[in-house]
């Protein structure tokens, strides 16, 4: 697969095993296969957790923004290889560090998570995630990651 590609939601979905209500990206943008890229999630008053996170001021959940940002993470690691999707591989989310949450995300919001390789060792990658609202920085965080077989 090539930089500078964008993915629809039928390709996220071959790379990654979530799915509704827990899929948070809705499309991808691959600046460098393996390095860095952009996910984008369109929010609507639709979303479940809206309905209790919270009533009558719904606000995306901290927790769901890094998930959001892992799976980006996770497709920009699927998309440096065509062996990844060959040999079935899971990219599993191991820990989160330095997350700062400094806007509130809400339905008609936008969030793009912008992931980008910090560094590898072997199967285990870490990465820097930046949420973004218009432009505005509303969370970030350190991801690390590891790709398994099967």
Do not use: W
Not at 46 to 62: A, D, R, S, V
Not at 64 to 88: F, H, P, S, W
Not at 104 to 109: C, E, K, L, Q, Y
């Amino acid at each position: 697969m090539s930089e500078n590609k964008i993915y629809n939601i039928d390709e996220i979905m071959k790379m990654l095993p979530h799915r509704y209500p827990f899929l948070l990206i809705d499309r991808l943008e691959i600046e460098e296969a393996g390095v860095k890229g952009v996910g984008l999630k369109n929010l609507t008053m639709n979303e479940l957790f809206f309905q209790g996170h919270f009533p009558n001021n719904p606000i995306m959940p901290g927790v769901l923004q890094i998930e959001a940002m892992a799976q980006t993470a996770g497709c920009v690691v699927m998309c440096e290889n065509d062996d990844y999707a060959e040999k079935k591989c899971s990219v599993l989310f191991m820990s989160v560090d330095n997350a700062k949450f400094r806007k509130p995300v809400r339905p008609g919001d936008q969030l793009k998570m912008h992931v980008e390789k910090v560094k590898v060792h072997r199967n285990i990658f870490v990465f820097h995630g930046t949420g973004m609202v218009d432009g505005q920085v509303v969370s970030e965080a350190d991801l690390t990651a590891m790709i398994i077989e099967g």
